[in-house]
Nanobody, 115 residues
Framework: VQLQASGGGLVQPGGSLRVSCAAS????????IGWFRQAPGKEREEISCISSVDGKTYYVDSVKGRFTISRDNAKNTVYLQMNSLKPEDTAVYYC?????????WGQGTQVTVSS
């Protein structure tokens, strides 16, 4: 299982950014994909995930209404669209899955929200 995260960058408060997590089709078909983030000095937290079975989604309260997780089967990619970004969204963002009782992580992509 390999996950490839990309798409981070610097954005002003109130702006938008989309991060991507590329994986194999078999991975996306079998396993839920989650997005975590870790800000400096803080623990890594799960902020969103999408089910492989029915596409149901989960969001932590702090991003509800601003972030949207989705998957594009044609591109074997899960996206996290982030709108109305705030400075407190600044963190390294990781995609994640659990496959056969093992944790797999993408390499992380930095998102910085600053004016």
């Amino acid at each position: 299982v390999q996950l490839q995260a990309s798409g981070g960058g610097l954005v002003q408060p109130g702006g938008s950014l989309r991060v991507s997590c590329a994986a194999s089709r078999s991975t996306l078909d079998r396993y839920a994909i989650g997005w975590f983030r870790q800000a400096p000095g803080k623990e890594r937290e799960e902020i969103s995930c999408i089910s492989s079975v029915d596409g149901k989604t989960y969001y932590v309260d702090s991003v509800k209404g601003r972030f949207t997780i989705s998957r594009d089967n044609a591109k074997n990619t899960v996206y996290l669209q982030m709108n109305s970004l705030k400075p407190e969204d600044t963190a390294v963002y990781y995609c994640h899955t659990i496959a056969t009782f093992h944790d797999y992580w993408g390499q992380g992509t930095q998102v910085t929200v600053s004016s």
